[in-house]
């Protein structure tokens, strides 16, 4: 009996011991690590030139593109006489593109674009991207004088000489002094044009100044075409409505009126329509007798250069494709 409760007390004090150990089994605990702070973003401190910029002429205005420069919030677009360089900040945009109207046709303007950034308070630009480009330009007819003439607001004197840029009903007309004037023809001499026949307008610009010309006038019309002559580079247009735009489809070199005999300018309608008159083919008329025809042989080598006496002279086959796709109510642009 002794035997057995001794065995028992032993089991019982193991029992306990191993209890005991394990009570006082170490306890692990988990490293706590600190969360990395993020690394403040670097600041910007230049910003690249703008690149691939182009410019398009337009009805009264220029428009500018470029592409996007990484990190900047605007850009900065600055103007001046071409060969000047006294440039004036004329605009800031979010954009990369600017339509930007000129104060006049005949000059040609410096244009340079900055990209911006504001950064800590700081004003970050580039180095300018910079080009050059005017308005369409028109051609202008220089004429004298023969006698003085009074107008309510101004006397112009025998003697002098001015610019027309327009004409029509037999008067040439011309801004003199801020105003609009008008002067006929059997009242002047020496009439002499300027106008440019070494290079045209593009594809491009014609579509944007024909957009741009029948937006500010407000000009609506349904027909499938628009015609536009450009009196400065004796070139003519022809353009298709598509989703709403006008799109360049055809161009080619006309030959307009002589300084002497010009054509009528303005926004005129085709007509009427005569396939053959004094041997010459393909009548578009869109003033009278004044109309878009056809010349062949010799008169051909004249196109690009003023030589008609108002008409608006064509290549045979260009003046057949307007006589038998342009119906008559077509727009004709004389610009």
């Known amino acids: 009996m002794k035997r057995i409760i001794c065995i028992l007390i032993t089991i019982l004090m193991l029992t306990t011991m191993s209890q005991a150990v394990a009570f006082a089994a170490p306890t692990t605990t988990k490293a706590t690590t600190k969360a990395a702070t993020p690394a403040a973003p670097k600041a910007i401190t230049s910003l690249a030139v703008p690149k691939n910029v182009h410019a398009l002429s337009g009805f009264g205005c220029v428009k500018l593109t470029w592409d996007p420069v990484p990190n900047a919030q605007y850009y900065i677009i600055q103007r001046s006489v071409a060969g000047k360089m006294k440039f004036a900040q004329i605009a800031t945009t979010k954009e990369r593109y600017l339509v930007s109207p ?17 950064e ?14 005017s308005a369409v ?27 027309a840029d327009a004409y029509g009903g037999g008067y040439y007309i011309f801004n003199y002094k801020g105003k609009r004037h008008a002067v006929s023809r059997i009242s002047v001499s020496n009439q002499n044009a300027d106008y440019n026949r070494k290079s045209n307008y593009s594809k491009k610009e014609a579509a944007f100044f024909i957009n741009e010309y029948v937006r500010q006038k407000k000009i609506n019309t349904d027909k499938k075409y628009l015609i536009w002559v450009s009196s400065y580079t ?28 010009p054509s009528p300018t303005g926004h005129k309608v085709i007509q ?35 030589a008609s006496h ?26």
Request: aromatic content about 12%.
């Open 137 to 163: 330009s028109k051609m202008r007819i220089f004429v004298t004088f023969k006698k003085t003439k009074k107008y309510d607001d101004v006397t112009v004197k025998k003697g002098t000489r001015i610019g």
């Open 234 to 261: 004796q070139r003519l247009y022809v353009f298709e409505k598509k989703n709403g735009v006008w799109s360049t489809v055809k161009n080619w070199d006309v030959s307009m009126g002589m300084a002497s005999t």
């Open 120 to 133: 800590g308070g700081k004003l970050i630009q580039s180095a300018p991207a910079k080009i050059r480009e």
């Open 102 to 118: 000129v104060p006049g046709i005949y000059t040609n303007f410096a244009y340079r674009i900055i990209a911006a950034r504001n």
């Open 310 to 335: 108002g008409c608006i002279r064509n290549g045979v086959t260009n003046a057949g494709w307007i006589y038998a796709n342009c119906k008559k109510g077509t727009m004709v642009i004389i610009y």
């Open 272 to 306: 009427k329509k005569v396939p053959t008159r004094h041997g010459i083919r393909f009548w578009n008329c869109f003033s009278g007798w004044n109309a878009l025809h056809g010349v062949s042989g010799n008169m051909k080598s004249h196109l690009g250069r003023l």
